[in-house]
Every structure is written in C-alpha cells, then in structure tokens.
C-alpha cells in the first residue's frame, strides 16, 4: 500500500499517486461508485480529506516552531513528511517494501524531479502550486500522469539497478568501444549538429548514449559546463521513463504492476513533457473507465519532435547557477538504446539574469532579518538596481511581459531609495518576496510556458533530429546485441575482478567513485531469463535483498559519522569503507564527519548531493588540491578468516579504478 | 545511623531524583471518549500531563494534535499510531480505547527505547491500578495523575546515558558481594514458595534486586512499589532507619497479565523443583511439612556445594562498626508512616516476633556479633538470640552437626506462639493498608476493584487477574512475594512464609548492609584503558565500566555508537556483529540471543586513513573485547 501525495498549506492536493491497493482502500472507505468521468476529482477529494487532519496539524505544529517528520503505525505503516516552501510532500508505504529512509529519499527525488521540469519556478511556491494544479483539468491530468510515471520509473530502478540504488552512474565497461563513441560524438554528430542551420539557435552542449540504463559514451562540447552527476541521474530516469528497459517485462514479478507501460500511440516516438504517460494496469474495471474517459480528453497529442525542458545546474567562471533551461532531445536507437542531446536554449540568458536577481533579493531579505545595521544593508543594491532596470527594458523588447515586475521594482525603489521611503529596513521585507514571485514568474513566462499555436517552436529541426538519430544507428549498428547483453552482464565475478581465484569467498562488491559519480559493480541481473552465476532465484533474490539492505544501513551509519562498518549478519560478513585520496592516489587521513538528524536529507546524489558536500567539507583542509572520495561495500561469506577478507577489500580498493580510468565525463 | 549509611541513602535518593538524566520530555494520557463534540474543550480529555507545570494551552497542542494525527494516521493505515516524531521531539504512541498516550523523548533515544519506555509505564499502572478505564471510574483523576507521576519517576530514576538505551534492571554489584549471599538469598525465595499460596517472590536492598524470581518485567514493576514505600520511609523523620513490625509487613492488590500469571504458574513453583538436583528425594517427604522444617533444610545442603569459599567468608572481618551500629539502632525510632496511623501495632506484634524476650530491633545489631562469635560458639549464640540468628548461624557453621535440631526446637516453639498473634496482626495490617489508602492515594489495595468481568474489552485482548504483593521490610532489605489475594486472610501461611523468612532476612540485611550497594567501583574511577557495556537480555541486567553519571553528555561516542547499534541488533535478528568506526572512535558490538555486548578501546588514536586495511586497530577490537571482558564475567567465546 503507497501513496505519494504533495499538498499545499490548505490542504489543497497538488499531486498525488497511489498503488492499486490504496487506491482501493480509500474507495472502500468512501464508497466505491464513483461517478462516471469524473473519477480523478472525486478521488483527489477523498484522499484530500483523509490527509487534510494531517496537514492542517503539520501547519499547526510548525507555527509553535516544530514540525512532523515521520510516522509509524503498529501494523508497520510508514509516513514521512517534508515541507519544502509552502508545499509539504507525503509518502506512504504499508507493505513493508520501502522504510522510511526510502520513502524520504522518494521525497526528495520527487522534489530534484520538479526542479527539473519546472526549474526556478520551485522557488515561488505560489507559482509552483499553480504550475502543479493546473487550473484546466486536462492539463492537470496530463501533468499528475507524466509525474507519476516518473516516480514509478524512479521506483522501479532504485528497486532493480544497482545505479540508482547507490545513486551513481554506471557505464558499460568496453574501453575501445567507449573511445570510439565518444570521438563518434564529438567529431562526427556534435560538430554536425552544431553546424547546421536547421538547429534554430539551439546549440548541443552535451550528447551521450544511454543502454539501458548504463552509459556508454558521454561527450560535452568544450564551451559547456560539467553536467553534475545529480542531473545526469535524474535525465537517465526521464529518458528511461519515455522507453523503459524491457528487462523484466517478461519477468512475471510483483513488480510489472509498476513499471510504466507506453501506450501504443507513441511507442516509437518521444514522449513531450505534458505528453499522455503511461497508462497504469490497473485491474480494477471502474479504474480502467476512468482511465479510458481520461484518454479521451486528450485532445491533440502533441508533436513528438517537441523537446522536453528540462532545467539543470550551470556553472560559469566559479559561479553556480542551478536550474538553467536546457531543451533535452531523447532520440530511440533500438529498444534499450537511446541517444540523449542536451541543447542550449538562445533566450537562457534570462535565466541567468533572473537567478542573479534573486539572489540579490534573497541576500537582502535576509540580511534585513537579521536586522544587520546601517546603509550596508542597502550597499549591494544599487548595483542590482542599474542592471534590474536593464534588464527590463530588455525583457520589453524583446516581447515579453514584464509590467507588472516593472510596477512592483518601481514601488520597491521608491520605498528603498527615495529619501521619503521606508530605506533598508524590515519593512522592506514584504517588498523583496514579491519582487521575488514577480522574477520567477518571468522565468516562468519565458522557459515554461506554452508556445501559442502561432508561435514557431524553437527547436532542432525534425529532421535533422532524424539525422542524428541515423548516424548513430549506423554507427553501432553492429555493436546494438552486443550492447544489450553487455548492459545486462556489463562486469561479473568470474570475469572481473581479473580472477576469482584471487577473492576466494567474495560474493558481491560494490565501488563507487563518488568525486565523479560513478559506480562499478558485478551484475546482480536476477530478473533476466539467463541465469548470472548467482544463478536465479531463491538465493539471487536473497543476495539482492541483503545488498540492497546494506546499502541503506551503511548510508545510516553514515549519517552518524561513521565511515567504516563490517557486520556479520547470518552467513555473510559486509564491509563498508569510505575514505578520501589525493589524484595521485594517496590516501588520505580520514576528518570527523559530521553526525547528522534522522530527518535529514537522504544520503545520495540524486536528490541533494550529499557527497558533494561531504567533498567539499573534507576540502577544507586540503586547499587546491583536488579530493576524491571512494567507496567500497564488499559481501563475502562469513566462513572467511576475517583478515583474509580485509586484504580482500584492501587488494579491491586498489585494483578496481585502473583499468576504467579513461576520463569520460 | 553512620555517616556511611546516610551518605548511602541520600546518593540513593539522588539517583532516584536527578532531573538531568531524564529520558522524557513530555508524557501525557488522553482520554478522547471525553472530547467528542466540537465545543468540547481539549483539557476536559487530559487525564495526565507531564511535566505538570506544563502551559495548559501548550498541553492542549499536545494533545490535540498528537491525538488528531494519532487517530487520522491510524484510520488511514487501519491500525493504531505506533510513533510520532517531530523534528525536535519524538513520541511513542500507545492508543487503546479512546486512550491515547504519547511519551516525547529527545531524537536521540532509540526508537526502539523508547517504545518500550511507554510500554513498561503503562503496563506498570496497570499493574498497581488494574485496567485503565476502570481506574478512571474509580479513582479521581488526581491520584492517578500521582501515580503516573510516581511511575515515571521511578521508570527514569537512577538514568544514566545507557539506561536510556537498554531498560534493565538494577542489581546489587554482584562482583561486590559474596555469592553465598546471593544463593542465600535464592534459597529464601524458594522456601517462601512452598507456600501454595505463593506464586514468585523476590528480594531487593536498597532498590536494587538481589535475587528474583520473577521476570525482569514483574520484577520492575515490584520494584516500583518498594522503592516508593522505602521513599515514603524515608522522609518523615528523615533520618529513622530502625524497623517496628508494624511498618515490615505490607501488601497491596496488583494486576497480573495472563501471561505472566501463566508464566509463574507453569514454572516449576511447585515445589521443590526449583531446588538443587540433590534435594528432590529430600523434598519430596516433607512436600507436606512445616515450612519452617524445610527452610533450615536447605542451607545445609547448599553448604555443602559451596564449603571451600564459606570457610573463608569475607564477612567475618567486617565487624567492628559492631557498637557504634548498635548504638544507632538501639533507641528504635518508628520506621515510617505505617507507624503513626497504627501505634498500638508494635506492642502487639513484638512478641510474636522476638520470641518474647528480645526487643525486636535488638536482633540487628547482634547478629553480627553472633556471626563473629560462631567459631567459638555457635549454638549457644542461637538459643540465646532466638530467630534472628538461625539462618545466619547456619550459613557460617556450613551445616555444622547439631544445628538442626537445635533449630527445628525453636522454629516450633515459634510458630506455636506466633499463631495467636499472627491472626492479630494481619487485622492489623489490613487496618493499616485501609488507613494508608486513604492517607496517601496508594488506592488499589483499598479500592481492591473486582476482577475484569466488568470490562469486556480489556477482557478480550489482555484480562487482568488480581494478585496480592506481600512485602516483608528489614531495613534496607524487602522480601517481596507475590501472593494468592486469599493469602493475607490465611493466617497459618502468613505466619509460616513471615517466620520462616524473618531470620534469614535479618541475617541476609545485615551481610548485605556492610556492602556498598551502589555502583560497581570501577565505575568511579578515572576511565580505564576500554569502555564496555554488557546487557543480559534474558534477565535485564546491565553490566558496565562506564561511569554512570558522567556529566550527562548525551554525546558520549561510546554511547552514541551503542545506542546506534543496538537499534541496529533490534531490527535485525540475523546480525551477530558489527565494528563501526568514525575517525575517533571504534566500537565492536556483538550480540547473541542471551545478551548484548559492546566495546570500545580508549586511548591511542585511530591512525589509519579509513581505507580497507586489516592492520586497523578496528579489527583487532574483537579479539581485545574477548581477553579484556572475561575478567568482568563475560563471556564472549
């Protein structure tokens, strides 16, 4: 039993998804007819009055200066609550598959998910909660669907793949055939694109290949900045949620139910950002109406050459700005193999400016609560003030509809600068928010809108999107089966490490490079129909369910400050090590790291990058030396000496980086 | 009394009350039954509020919100809340009914703690009050709200950082005392229990146990009433120790569980089981005879077992505070309230219990001086001493030749006299309990409410049966038994559990009282080459090097890291061991199905870089764990 549910201050329901069986749960508790096509709506009603107590208290208890986190009930049930600005975000699960570790990191990667679609707009919650509940209903269905397809992909993967499970990503491992890609990319496609008349002012920043869900060849042009890892996670996710991998589609687990199903219009097209997602399988006949009625409420399905937008983290001569517009262009090259284009959009200069801006009025808002003295308060503003007024003359220009921030800037300035105005004081504080909402929803009517019919949609042509995805055809044409095997076997025990004579009693590892994001692990395919020489079944399963839970339990030691852990739990002894090295591989001395509260953000990098931050502490004391930060997880049958099994670790940790260390991202 | 022993008492009464080390930060009990319209106002549904000083429109929020969740969330998951946590505060969640608990703890304290911290208060109030709801009709809201008050309090008394963590039973040091003591001790118990009427019993000094019978769990909550009528003892004449018989014996209606009324009855109570295996055919006979015969059977057969190190005994050189003790105790001051609600009991009494010839509180002070003249003459130190010295005598001689005769003169010369008077006292003491309920909302045993029937629903999911809590006082020392309730109106088994029991008790007070109850001594000193705590889950105790009031630093690595791990043990019943390591510190756990243990080296700094490395001083934790601990009794191979 899940449920996923983002509700705003007054209870308003702004998103929700649920299994089938809280689905019916909730229907058995208010009655199960429901009128006909107009399903969703009495649904989002009942569910917005089961949680309404519970929201309402939340908002209660946070205005006494202590909010909910979690809950629990007697039967297992977990509840996990975060506010994030206005919007306050709910998971659920009541079968004992996700705790509560997970359902807080589903939270947040629902939160990185939104930032990606909907990039600044995030930061207004006014804007956000109109953007989430669209006024029109049919909008509002085709967004709520995209959203929850989204989450069931995201569910599906940090079930099954070992990537999203450590949250780093994973590549093919084929040196000579990653090198050639890349050059592929870069020489051959890139350059093309990039050339081409047709691409609209558009420019490709970043091109790579997707297997599934591993990387093959990753290419970014020289003027673009490094797509962080974080990002790269989160497109992997939306580009498995536009062609999800097949692998278990044959397999007749439980968890078929959640992975997203395309429907039959666009199987072999791309999926728009508002396009219909997935149609669940849902048994349930009244389901099943609703669902149909939904369908036809669809009235044109968009183009499917429309790229997505999609706003990720930029950074320019040292300084970050996250949540920038990009265009992402996934293009299908087989079932399983997906060519992904990042593009520059012409008009994201805005989204520069109007992130500078808000910054400013961010800073200044707080230094007025702090109620720091004087004119410097008001000092880093008049700088913003000559470059605002710029900018909005700029924005009128070029047709945008800028008077209502032009209205709001005016009165702030009267208040803030003219000597009968209120100055830099508290009172000012109102002024600053508004100025803030007034920025995001330029942003807003730049990067999210709709383009009116009228409008030419700026984007790479369809045809050149065509070419592209031809060349690349060619290109792995004799590669493709190959690569799909190789996805699912990409390394083994028995063919790497180099021999398993070397690691007698080692059943499982798990290394990841966490300065670049990258994991390298053994297969643990349990679902495909060949058998791994963990073989299928019982034991596979086991093995699986035993790493997936050791990953969770070191990221909680982890959290506590506690960066080497060995357990012997039943017939297996685990090692979990993190430590840092210089580039030449010196080892570093370990620093204390810090003891955080259960409630803090999930330790990971694809919602809040909590290695990044972790590197960046561990910096301190290495000044312009570059650090990086591993980590290893080892499952050995306890039988082993435990000494041997440490050499194990220490003889992994040294030999499992040489052979991949060509540079790729 | 000697400066020693006050200064005894009062780190006693410290310990009870230190504010600091408190794992609760709210707890409070919400009646919903009583807030069902709209216009009702939340306060008309709290029954209890803690901290009392609390606001009432803050506990208001409490209520209201925790409930409202409460009732919402379990709605929603067909289930009742189990916690509630904030970002500053948790709470765990009892809801049964239209009750609703909450207690709130720091984020700090595990989970799984404090769950179990609710429970073992609930379950404590049900069993001095019987069902809740029930009590609530009953009584006023008022002396209940006490008697949570006085639960809790003594749930969080004696707190240290690790008592936080593990519930567990507080014990004599065990390494400190003579283990002739202990089975001493044991083999009271077990006379008592020939008594058909006696279910358990079990013995405690100065709030700590030294011997039981009962499950850690009963034990508790048994504990709890002993500490507050030694509390209550305490503190009218602040310095009166000495006993008048009238305030040794009391009792008090309790409520069992079914289980645990099941548990004591199918363990081997009956009778003579739970002897050494070399009593049974001695025992069997004389199932039927005086209680009084068997007991002085028994030491001389454990002496057998324990000969080499009773010849040796440890006491015989602790004798000679002898005068200045007797000096203290001679002018025999009242013990306590009961006194002054019954003066007329010790006149009454006395002669039952001294045999007619020596004034009772006489035979404190003398039994040492009779254990110390045993060498020389033993017997003739029991004829003249009476009662008090049969046991003890017994136990020094290691079952010297005569003795058993000798005794079993005088114990029926005892029991014969003591008939009449026994009957009085229990009309005493019944008087004294009705006045006592009265007096100080200790209600259950004057209310003594009918047993569930009246309650269906308490009836279905968990009935409570009625017992008697019989206990027997010497100074520091408390016989506690859990009685049939027909007992205190069986005279002959009163009489014969009460004299049987008298002399061994004052001998096992007097050994018992030259010992520094407290704290193992290793605990006081300066922190030692490793820290350890050892926690027997089976019988709920906890041994540990670890100071227990260290400043309160809540952020003690080691603890930290235990508090980590035993969470940890508690959700996974697969694992067995663990070494976690931070840059400073290392701690190895590991636990079987019998016990927990944890360990960590002091001193010399962890220099590894975290990398894998088997030469890591992490590593080798286990291995020192196993050397070091074994000289603390624990056993890890």
Not at chain 2, 256 to 267: G, H, I, S, V
Request: proline residues 6%; hydrophobic residues 35%; glycine residues 6%.
């Amino acid at each position: 039993m899940k449920c996923f549910l983002i509700a705003s201050e007054s209870a308003e329901v702004l998103f929700y998804w649920t299994d089938l069986e809280f689905h019916q749960n909730i229907q058995e508790k208010y009655g199960a007819s429901q009128e006909e096509g107009h399903e969703l709506p009495a649904f989002e009603d009942s569910i917005s009055t089961l949680f309404a107590p519970i929201i309402i208290s939340f908002s209660t208890m946070l205005s006494q200066g202590d909010s909910y986190t979690s809950f629990t009930t007697e039967n297992n049930h977990n509840y996990v609550l975060c506010q994030f600005d206005e919007c306050l975000y709910i998971a659920v699960n009541g079968d004992g598959e996700e705790k509560e570790e997970d359902l807080r990191r589903k939270i947040y990667v629902m939160k990185k998910m939104t930032e990606v679609l909907f990039g600044l707009v995030t930061l207004s919650g006014n804007l956000l909660r109109k953007e989430l509940r669209a006024q029109d209903t049919e909008q509002r269905v085709r967004l709520w669907k995209h959203l929850q397809s989204l989450l069931e992909t995201y569910s599906h993967l940090r079930e099954n793949d070992q990537s999203f499970l450590v949250e780093a990503v994973e590549r093919l491992i084929h040196p000579t055939l990653c090198e050639q890609c890349i050059e592929f990319l870069e020489r051959r496609l890139v350059q093309q694109l990039n050339s081409s008349a047709e691409r609209a002012g558009e420019e490709v920043l970043h091109a790579f290949i997707l297997v599934h869900t591993k990387l093959l060849a990753f290419y970014s042009s020289r003027n673009a900045s490094t797509l962080i890892t974080s990002d790269l996670l989160a497109l992997i996710i939306m580009a498995q949620n536009m062609y999800p991998s097949n692998i278990d589609v044959d397999d007749p687990s439980p968890e078929s139910f959640y992975t997203p199903e395309p429907s039959p219009t666009d199987k072999d097209s791309k999926k728009p950002l508002r396009g219909n997602a997935p149609v669940f399988e849902f048994v349930d006949p009244d389901i099943q109406m609703a669902e149909d009625s939904l369908s036809t409420l669809e009235i044109c399905p968009p183009d499917p050459s429309t790229p997505h937008r999609v706003f990720l983290e930029v950074s320019q001569k040292d300084v970050v700005y996250p949540m920038m517009p990009h265009s992402m262009y996934c293009l299908p090259l087989w079932p399983g193999i997906t060519l992904v284009l990042l593009t520059k959009i012409p008009s994201s200069v805005v989204a520069m400016s109007v992130y500078t801006f808000l910054e400013a009025f961010t800073k200044l808002e707080r230094r007025l609560n702090e109620g720091q003295g004087g004119s410097a308060r008001g000092q880093p503003m008049h700088e913003v003030r000559s470059k605002l007024d710029k900018f909005i003359k700029t924005l009128a220009l070029s047709g945008i509809q800028s008077s209502q921030l032009e209205n709001v800037w005016t009165k702030f300035k009267n208040r803030a600068f003219s000597r009968g105005g209120l100055g830099f004081s508290k009172e000012l504080i109102p002024w600053c928010k508004e100025m803030k909402i007034q920025l995001c929803g330029i942003y807003r009517q730049c990067f999210l809108s709709d383009p009116g019919p009228a409008d030419t949609p700026q984007r790479l042509s369809p045809s050149l999107q065509e070419r592209a995805q031809t060349m690349v055809q060619e290109k792995l044409m004799d590669w493709k089966d190959f690569l799909l095997v190789k996805s699912k076997r990409n390394i083994t025990m028995v063919s790497y490490p180099p021999s398993e004579t070397d690691f007698p009693g080692l059943i499982h590892f798990i290394c990841v490079d966490r300065s670049c994001g990258q994991m390298i692990a053994p297969s643990l395919s349990i679902t495909e129909r060949t058998t791994s020489e963990l073989g299928k079944g019982p034991v596979a399963q086991y093995i699986k369910s035993k790493v997936w839970n050791l990953v969770s339990i070191t990221r909680h030691y982890l959290q506590k400050g506690y960066s080497t852990l060995t357990l012997r739990d039943g017939d297996f002894y685990f090692c979990y090590f993190l430590w840092f090295e210089n580039e030449t591989g010196f080892k570093l001395d370990t620093k204390e790291i810090p003891a955080l509260p259960d409630d803090s953000s999930p330790i990971g990098m694809l919602a809040l990058d909590y290695y990044r931050k972790l590197l960046r502490y561990y910096s301190k004391n290495h000044q312009g030396e570059p650090v990086k930060c591993y980590e290893l997880l080892t499952v050995h049958l306890g039988v082993i000496p435990t000494e041997i099994i440490l050499q194990h670790c220490r003889q992994l940790a040294s030999k499992l980086w040489e052979p991949s260390r060509n540079p790729l991202l | 009394m000697t400066e020693g022993h006050l200064g005894a008492f009062v780190s006693v009464m410290a310990e009870l009350l230190a504010p600091d080390s408190r794992m609760c930060n709210y707890f409070f009990l919400y009646d919903g039954s009583k807030v069902r319209g709209e216009a009702d106002p939340t306060r008309e549904g709290i029954c209890y509020f803690y901290p009392e000083e609390t606001p009432l429109d803050k506990q208001e929020l409490l209520c209201g919100q925790l409930a409202g969740v409460g009732r919402c969330v379990s709605e929603l998951s067909s289930s009742p809340a189990r916690t509630l946590r904030l970002r500053r505060n948790k709470f765990a969640i009892r809801m049964k009914d239209d009750f609703f608990w909450a207690l709130g703890c720091s984020v700090d304290v595990p989970t799984v703690s404090m769950c179990e911290f609710l429970d073992q208060l609930i379950d404590l109030f049900c069993f001095y009050n019987g069902p809740v709801r029930q009590s609530y009709q009953l009584n006023s809201q008022e002396s209940l709200a006490a008697q949570w008050a006085r639960y809790l309090s003594h749930l969080q008394s004696g707190s240290s950082e690790l008592s936080h963590i593990f519930s567990c039973l507080r014990t004599i040091d065990s390494t400190n005392v003579d283990p002739l003591l202990l089975l001493k001790a044991a083999l009271i118990l077990q006379a008592c229990q020939r008594c058909p009427l006696v279910l358990a019993g079990c013995i405690l000094f100065r709030g700590r146990v030294v011997s039981t019978q009962m499950s850690p769990g009963l034990t508790m909550k048994v504990m709890v009433h002993e500490s507050e009528t030694y509390t209550k003892a305490q503190k009218p004449n602040g310095t009166s120790t000495s006993s008048s018989f009238s305030g040794t014996v009391s009792s008090t209606t309790v409520f069992l569980t079914m289980p645990e009324l099941q548990y004591l009855q199918f363990a081997p109570v009956n009778k003579g089981f739970r002897y050494s295996p070399s009593t049974p055919q001695r025992d069997t006979p004389s199932k039927k005879t005086r209680l009084s015969r068997t007991l002085s059977d028994t030491p001389s057969t454990d002496s057998d077992v324990t000969n080499p190190s009773s010849s040796q005994h440890p006491q015989k050189v602790s004798f000679s505070p002898h005068l200045s003790e007797s000096d203290v105790f001679s002018p025999a001051p009242s013990h306590g309230a009961a006194d002054s609600l019954n003066p007329q009991s010790p006149q009454l009494l006395r002669p039952s219990l001294s045999n007619g010839e020596h004034p009772l509180e006489g035979e404190a002070e003398e039994r040492p001086s009779g254990s110390s003249h045993n060498s020389t003459g033993g017997r003739t130190q029991i004829q003249s001493e009476g009662d008090g010295s049969v046991f003890e005598e017994n136990f020094h001689l290691n079952g010297g030749d005569g003795d058993e005769a000798c005794e079993m003169v005088f114990d029926f010369r005892a029991a014969e006299s003591g008939n009449e008077q026994l009957r009085d006292d229990k009309v005493v003491e019944e008087d004294r309990r009705d006045s006592c309920g009265s007096a100080s909302g200790h209600k259950a045993g004057k209310s003594n409410p009918p047993p569930p029937p009246h309650l269906p629903d308490t009836l279905v999911e968990n009935p409570l049966i009625p017992m008697t809590l019989y206990m027997h006082r010497v100074n520091g020392l408390v016989l506690a038994l859990l009685v049939e309730p027909h007992f205190m109106s069986d005279a002959t088994s009163m009489e014969e559990v009460y004299h049987s029991s008298l002399a061994s008790l004052n001998g096992l007070e007097a050994h018992l009282r030259t010992i520094s109850p407290g704290a193992s001594p290793a605990a006081q000193g300066a922190p030692g080459p490793y820290t350890f705590a050892h926690f027997d889950c089976i019988q709920s105790t906890l041994t540990t090097n670890l100071s227990g009031q260290s400043g309160g630093a809540r952020d003690h690595p080691f603890v930290r890291a235990t508090s980590l791990l035993h969470s940890h043990f508690c959700n996974t019943e697969t694992l067995q061991e663990a070494i976690i390591r931070s840059a400073s510190t290392a701690v190895y756990g590991t636990r079987s199905v019998a016990q927990e243990t944890y360990f960590q080296q002091n001193g010399g700094s962890l220099r590894n870089s975290g990398i894998p490395n088997h030469q890591d001083s992490a590593f080798s934790l286990p291995s020192k764990a196993r050397h070091r601990l074994l000289k603390h009794g624990v056993n890890l191979l």
